[in-house]
T-cell receptor
Framework: DTGVSQDPRHKITKRGQNVTFRCDPI?????LYWYRQTLGQGPEFLTY????????KSRLLSDRFSAERPKGSFSTLEIQRTEQGDSAMYLC???????????FGPGTRLLVL | QKEVEQDPGPLSVPEGAIVSLNCTYS??????FMWYRQYSRKGPELLMY????GNKEDGRFTAQVDKSSKYISLFIRDSQPSDSATYLCAMSAAYGGATNKLIFGTGTLLAVQP
C-alpha cells in the first residue's frame, strides 16, 4: 500500500494523559498536513510541514499540542495533558511539491475519558 | 459566517438518480476546489479536483465551479448504493510558497436507496 498511513487507528486515554500519533506520508510527498475532525464537521487545519520545517500552525493548536517531522519523512503529533474536548479524528494528509491535491490517511480516532 | 457553507443533509435518493451536491464560499481568493468522499470512520478520499472556474468530468462524476457566484457543485449520475457516504467540499487559496491548507465544508450525508 503506497498511501498515507497513520498509527494507531484508535486510541482511548484518560484525561490528563499524553498521547502521540504517527503519520507516514506518501514517499515522494514533501508537504504534510494535520487536520482534526469532530462529529458532523469537516476537517479543520492544524499544522503544515514542508519537508522538516513546520511552516504554519492554526490557532486550534494550543500549547498542549506539538508536531514534528524529523528528516522530512514521518511526522508525529503529541497532545499533552489530554482533555475531553480533544476527542476527535486526527487526520494526516500529504501532497507533492507544486500540486494542490492532498491525500488523506485513514485517521486516528481519539477518545478521552 | 463560515468561509465555506454546505448543506449537511441527509440527502436520500433512489438508486439511479442524479445527485446534486453544492457548496458556497465567501473568500474570493480560493482558486483550488476539491470534492472528497468519506465513508463512516474512514479518511477522506479525493474524488475531483478543479482549478478556477469551469467543469470537469470523470466517469459518473462532474464538478462545476462558478467563481463569479462563489458556488461549486458535484453531480453524480446513475447513483449507486455504494455512493452512500459523506461528501466534503474543500478549497484553498494559492499564494506563492504558502500553506495551501484546505478549508472544508461540513459535509453532506448521502444515502442511495436500492
Amino acid at each position: 500500500d503506497t498511501g498515507v498511513s497513520q498509527d494507531p487507528r484508535h486510541k482511548i486515554t484518560k484525561r490528563g494523559q499524553n498521547v502521540t500519533f504517527r503519520c507516514d506520508p506518501i514517499s515522494e510527498h514533501n508537504r504534510l498536513y494535520w487536520y482534526r475532525q469532530t462529529l458532523g464537521q469537516g476537517p479543520e487545519f492544524l499544522t503544515y510541514f514542508q519537508n522538516e520545517a513546520q511552516l504554519e500552525k492554526s490557532r486550534l493548536l494550543s500549547d498542549r499540542f506539538s508536531a514534528e517531522r524529523p528528516k522530512g519523512s514521518f511526522s508525529t503529533l503529541e497532545i499533552q495533558r489530554t482533555e475531553q474536548g480533544d476527542s476527535a479524528m486526527y487526520l494526516c494528509a500529504s501532497s507533492p511539491a507544486r500540486q494542490e491535491t492532498q491525500y488523506f490517511g485513514p485517521g486516528t480516532r481519539l477518545l478521552v475519558l | 459566517q463560515k468561509e465555506v457553507e454546505q448543506d449537511p443533509g441527509p440527502l436520500s435518493v433512489p438508486e439511479g438518480a442524479i445527485v446534486s451536491l453544492n457548496c458556497t464560499y465567501s473568500n474570493s481568493a480560493f482558486q483550488y476546489f476539491m470534492w472528497y468522499r468519506q465513508y463512516s470512520r474512514k479518511g477522506p478520499e479525493l474524488l475531483m479536483y478543479t482549478y478556477s472556474s469551469g467543469n470537469k468530468e470523470d466517469g459518473r462524476f462532474t464538478a462545476q465551479v462558478d467563481k463569479s457566484s462563489k458556488y461549486i457543485s458535484l453531480f453524480i449520475r446513475d447513483s449507486q448504493p455504494s455512493d452512500s457516504a459523506t461528501y466534503l467540499c474543500a478549497m484553498s487559496a494559492a499564494y506563492g510558497g504558502a500553506t495551501n491548507k484546505l478549508i472544508f465544508g461540513t459535509g453532506t450525508l448521502l444515502a442511495v436507496q436500492p
